[in-house]
T-cell receptor, first 115, second 111 residues
């Protein structure tokens, strides 16, 4: 069974559209994350939720809205997509919320292409 | 969080040990050293982490210098499947993991 699964794997869409990426983890972890990897391969954190509560919200446009219906799911909704949103988005989870001694488990990524 | 410096690329022969260096000269006393790797088209994978002492697990060994200003990740018997980008990260304990991935080292294991 896949520990952290995200769908879809590929997403091609037009500028201005609204899209969602879903993430689910079956590890029983309390914390989930969204990371963005740009074309230069830098991986940056966007959001983190601990038990459905937002604990990290980096400088991300308001068009990006995470939603956590329960601690096993963290979805990412993006409004009014722009060309610069094209990237690979990774979902991750960890057992707790403190950074120390936390291993992050990543999903396989969603390649978003905005045309 | 302290900044890390890694060589952009390294090569290693299959079956030999791969030693990946990382400099973190501004590391503070409560920052851990983490290593992750990213195989092409996959999500990053945790390898190992440590604070002061050397660490070993089923994947690798982590050697941290006594002054903690540098560390080395050792893959004892590299295989072709170890070809990946390896990230060295220093992380302070905080509310929520804010792992910041740098450019990493592209390790290529050659047959």
């Amino acid at each position: 069974d896949t520990a952290v699964s995200q769908t879809p794997k590929y997403l091609v869409t037009q500028m201005g559209n609204d899209k969602s990426i879903k993430c689910e983890q079956n590890l029983g972890h309390d914390t989930m994350y969204w990371y963005k990897q740009d074309s230069k391969k830098f991986l940056k954190i966007m959001f983190s939720y601990n038990n459905k509560e937002l604990i990290i919200n980096e400088t991300v446009p308001n068009r990006f809205s995470p939603k956590s219906p329960d601690k096993a799911h963290l979805n990412l909704h993006i409004n009014s997509l722009e060309l610069g949103d094209s990237a690979v988005y990774f979902c991750a989870s960890s057992q707790g919320a403190k950074a120390t001694n936390e291993k992050l488990f990543f999903g396989s990524g969603t390649q978003l292409s905005v045309l | 969080d302290a900044k890390t410096t890694q060589p952009p690329s390294m090569d290693c022969a299959e079956g030999r040990a791969a030693n990946l260096p990382c400099n973190h000269s501004t590391i503070s006393g409560n920052e851990y050293v983490y290593w992750y790797r990213q195989i092409h088209s996959q999500g990053p994978q945790y390898i190992i982490h440590g604070l002061k002492n050397n660490e070993t697990n089923e994947m690798a060994s982590l050697i941290i210098t006594e002054d903690r200003k540098s560390s080395t990740l050792i893959l004892p018997h590299a295989t072709l499947r170890d070809t990946a980008v390896y990230y060295c990260i220093v992380q302070i304990e905080t509310s929520g993991s804010r792992l910041t991935f740098g450019e990493g080292t592209q390790l290529t294991v050659n047959p």
